[in-house]
Nanobody, 126 residues
Framework: QVGLVESGGGLVQAGGSLRLSCVTS????????IAWFHQAPGKEREGVSC????????YYHHSVEDRFTISKDNAKRTVYLQMNSLKPEDTGVYFC???????????????????WGQGTQVTVSS
């Protein structure tokens, strides 16, 4: 069974940084792509970054591509999201998602067939 546990959220001032972690279990990381999604208050969940299982290629939403960095450590079974220059609009719950289909998860940023973690709250004050 796919397991995903997020951590690292918190309260930070605008311009600050956070690093989120997603610890995985129950599946081979060589076969699953991992993405981070952001759900702002009152809005739908939206993909912000994704990393390919096969070659580590990374994908970003245009709103974060110069501020966020996704990476993974297969030995630790962990995917990270380094978030710099945070803005108040980055506030919300961040979820990690796993899907073996690269195009669906990382190109379309569709989590329709993904396994999900429980999320971690990020609050950016102005």
């Amino acid at each position: 069974q796919v397991g995903l546990v997020e951590s690292g959220g918190g309260l930070v001032q605008a311009g600050g940084s956070l690093r989120l972690s997603c610890v995985t279990s129950g599946f081979n990381m060589d076969h699953y792509n991992i993405a981070w999604f952001h759900q702002a208050p009152g809005k739908e969940r939206e993909g912000v970054s994704c990393i390919s299982s096969s070659d580590g290629q990374t994908y970003y939403h245009h709103s974060v591509e110069d501020r966020f960095t996704i990476s993974k450590d297969n030995a630790k079974r962990t995917v990270y999201l380094q978030m710099n220059s945070l803005k108040p609009e980055d506030t919300g719950v961040y979820f990690c998602a796993a899907d073996p289909n690269l195009f669906r998860l990382c190109v379309l940023f569709s989590g329709a067939e993904s396994s999900w973690g429980q999320g971690t709250q990020v609050t950016v004050s102005s």
